[in-house]
């Protein structure tokens, strides 16, 4: 069964929601944002990456309150993969939270906690405190691992989306400089052209997936097509026109983006995996 029309979603949206730039739409264990009540807690690990610019974010797995710590401590692992140091959780009970941080969320902070989460007494409740690509990619791996041991995806069901506006570059920060997101041939927006130089961090390009229960199904770009867009590009991430001449892997691109050619698309199927 496959439902239209697909809907859309901005990377921003994906990951925000899903933890993920290819979410599995077939259930909904959509992560949270509790920056507001973590603030209040008192939990240093809490309060100390939101001091930091970083997130606290969490998921309500309904019905887990029974899961035991062997369970729990066997997603701490999973969240560590990730990146994460470690894993909160709580599980809501009648009488309030029980759990670790029970005691950081006292009175009607507790209270408030639940609300922000969508939770009742039965559910079991898992955050993660750090970067915000950090908490994202941790609690997208619990979501699919939740939803994994719960059989919440339906079997026969298939849900896509088109996945839209990814950022143009990202920030190494090992290395201290701006690298291609994707690839450094990719259009910026029209409208966000004029922060390559001052914002880079916030360039969308024009690029786009098509994604399916969780998998990848296709990827594709507009090209960059005017060579001062391409130069600059390639200024943002260290690189001269003279690199990528002298570039195997990109001197053609290089070629075909800076000779006037009309705008180009594509988008080549393959699944990561169904």
Request: net charge neutral; glycine share 10%.
């Amino acid at each position: 069964k496959l439902q239209t029309p697909f809907p859309r979603l901005t990377y921003h949206e994906a990951m925000r929601r899903f933890g993920s730039d290819k979410p599995d739409l077939r259930y909904g264990l959509e992560l949270a944002d509790i920056g507001a009540v973590a603030a209040k807690s008192g939990f240093a690990v809490f309060t100390s990456a939101l001091d930091a610019k970083g997130a606290v974010k969490g998921i309500c797995v309904t019905g887990a309150a029974s899961w035991s710590r062997k369970d729990i401590d066997a997603l701490t692992e999973l969240a560590k993969v990730y990146g994460a140091k470690g894993l909160a959780w709580a599980k809501v009970t009648e009488a309030g939270l029980e759990g670790p941080i029970a005691k950081f969320f006292a009175g009607g902070l507790a209270a408030e906690l639940a609300a922000a989460m969508q939770a009742t007494p039965g559910d079991l409740l898992l955050f993660v405190a750090d970067k915000y690509a950090v908490v994202c990619a941790a609690l997208g791996a619990l979501r699919v691992e939740c939803a994994r041991r719960l059989q919440l995806a339906p079997q026969g069901t298939f849900l896509l989306a088109w996945i839209t506006d990814f950022p143009m570059f990202h920030y190494n920060e090992e290395e201290q400089r701006w690298e291609a997101e994707h690839h450094m041939f990719t259009m910026p927006r029209e409208d966000h052209l004029e922060l390559l130089e001052s914002d880079p961090g916030r360039v969308l390009g024009q690029l786009y997936d098509l994604v399916g229960n969780g998998a990848e199904l296709a990827s594709g770009s507009i090209r960059i097509h005017r060579r001062d867009i391409q130069e600059r590009v390639m200024k943002v991430v260290g690189l001269s026109p003279d690199d990528a001449r002298r570039s195997a892997s990109s001197g053609s691109c290089w070629r075909r983006s800076t000779t006037g050619r009309r705008p180009t698309a594509g988008s080549p199927p393959g699944s990561t995996g169904w």
